[in-house]
């Protein structure tokens, strides 16, 4: 049976830049950074306090040429990702004047105020605020 989700994966071009802006505009902290022998980096990060990890994956030391590229022409292609905060104003705030790049002003739903962003590969996200009942 499964038990959690523990790690998802987003591919990246350059593990460094990713680590950069998810840390420093985001305010994920690095979980595991291991380097193989071959090149390989085995990044992770999260969000502090909670389990899931987020594998920063620049697949051109991973895999061979072909599937390295397969993965690579998949970079900014994630589908969109939801994260919710308590702070909507305040955190809307502080990524813009990080240079977070937002697509969509702040709206009102029936379910929240949510505003969508994208990482530096154009990934979207959805910042949102949900209504509390």
């Not at 291991?34 to 990044?43: C, E, I, Y």
């Not at 002003?105 to 605020?129: C, K």
Request: charged letters at 30%; proline letters at 4%; aromatic letters at 12%.
């Amino acid at each position: 049976m499964l038990r959690r989700l523990a790690h998802i994966t987003l591919y990246v071009k350059d593990c460094e830049e990713a680590l950069q802006f998810y840390t420093e505009k985001l305010g994920f902290e690095k979980r595991m950074d291991a380097k193989m022998d071959t090149g390989a980096r085995w990044l992770t990060i999260g969000l502090p306090g909670e389990d899931v990890e987020i594998v920063l994956h620049d697949p051109s030391h991973w895999h061979e040429q072909e599937t390295a590229e397969k993965m690579l022409a998949q970079v900014g292609k994630n589908p969109m990702w939801v994260w919710e905060t308590d702070q909507f104003e305040q955190t809307y705030h502080t990524f813009r004047e990080k240079g977070v790049r937002f697509v969509s002003e702040p709206a009102d739903r029936m379910y929240g105020r949510e505003a969508i962003f994208t990482d530096l590969y154009g990934n979207p996200f959805l910042l949102l605020e949900r209504i509390r009942v």
